[in-house]
């Protein structure tokens, strides 16, 4: 196998990973499960999904959790704990910290933060969590 038919390969695989980590996104996602998934060793699994997304796969599982987080305060009326519980997180406390070391803000006050841009006109941009 070339290098670069190797290399396709491992961008398909982390491709049908990625898919799959969103679908199982509330589950425990420990590095060895998702190798064995890939059918590749834990090592190579690691170096494939980093040079393919530029995250470790842990990494990556807490950025989607936060985006996932950062989306169901903003369209929804969930509260804190059901979005907790949603994502995985056995303890809202948990969870709250995780959001404020990614957002820098607690979720509490990201929706509140979110609820006042709204009715000031202002655009919230998603990505940044800034406004516009």
Same mark, same amino acid.
Request: with cysteine; aromatic share 12%.
């Given at each position: $196998? +070339?290098? #670069?038919?190797?290399?396709?390969? $491992?961008?398909? &695989? %982390?491709?049908? %990973?990625?898919?799959? %980590? #969103?679908?199982?996104i509330a589950t425990p996602l420990p590095l060895s499960a998702l190798a064995q998934k890939s059918g590749y060793s834990a090592w190579h699994f690691q170096r494939g999904f980093k040079k393919v997304t530029g995250m470790s796969p842990g990494v990556y599982i807490r950025y989607r959790k936060m985006v996932i987080a950062r989306d169901l305060l903003h369209d929804t009326n969930r509260s804190i &704990? #059901?979005?907790? $519980?949603?994502?995985? =997180? !056995? #303890?809202?406390? +948990?969870?709250?910290?995780?959001?404020?070391? @990614? *957002? @820098? !803000? +607690?979720?509490?006050? *990201?929706?509140?933060?979110?609820?006042?841009?709204? =009715?000031?006109?202002?655009?919230v941009n998603r990505v940044t969590g800034t406004h516009r």
């Open positions: $196998m +070339t290098k #670069e038919s190797a290399l396709c390969l $491992m961008r398909l &695989t %982390i491709k049908d %990973i990625l898919d799959w %980590i #969103e679908c199982n &704990t #059901e979005i907790a $519980m949603q994502l995985g =997180y !056995r #303890e809202q406390s +948990t969870f709250c910290r995780a959001f404020r070391e @990614h *957002y @820098h !803000r +607690t979720p509490g006050q *990201y929706r509140l933060w979110v609820k006042d841009k709204r =009715y000031s006109g202002l655009e």
